[in-house]
């Protein structure tokens, strides 16, 4: 039996990295020294007609894996829900230059991952997680609201998820290669901002707390599995 390829990643130090949905966001990122953004090399989960691309893809589902990876250097995007070592492993052996965690992950999950991956391959995985932005919701068929009894309600107030916001915890982070920032609806300004304290974060030159309770989330990264 052939043993198995050991696959491995020399460690760096994190860098930001950024997807954005506009032109002027992308400007706002190159102006502030990010030099991996994801604009229009993503290649999405459902997506099913593929053009020819130029350089580095962030690809979301197996079917863009297949169709770019003899063409295109490329990373794999958090909607392939990486939540072990051997799912990274398994994108590595396909060509992924780096793997995005899910967002499901907790602080205590992800170092588990990353001992088992060093352990089955004697080195690190290259790894990316998504540090700040509004996270993707699953469309449902019911109102929220109306299951809470307090239907029509939305009439009269407004209601907004949080955001995902981790840049406090940049410093306690280690391991993790590349630390995405995600912008949606942002202005150039905020999109500005946002990098100016994610950078101060991760150099240690900011050390005053950025997170607002009232409009912020941490996600899953400070809980504890049930």
Known sequence: MKAKEKISFAPVKPYLTASVTTKEQYDACVSCGIKEIYFENVVRRNQ?????QEGQLLIGGYGGIYHYRETNPFVTDYSLNVINATSCYELYKLG??????????NKGQIEDLMNAYYEENDGYPALE???YGKVPLMFTKYCPMKKMNQCRICKTKSYELKELNLLDELPNIK??????????????????????MASGKLNGSMNNAVFNQETDTRGHFNKEIV
């Open 48 to 52: 099913n007609d593929y053009k020819e």
């Open 96 to 105: 992924a230059k780096r793997v995005t965690l899910s967002y499901e992950l």
């Open 129 to 131: 997680m998504i540090v």
């Open 175 to 196: 391991g993790i290669e590349a630390l995405r920032l995600n912008f949606t609806v942002e202005s150039k300004e905020q999109v500005v901002k946002v990098i100016n």
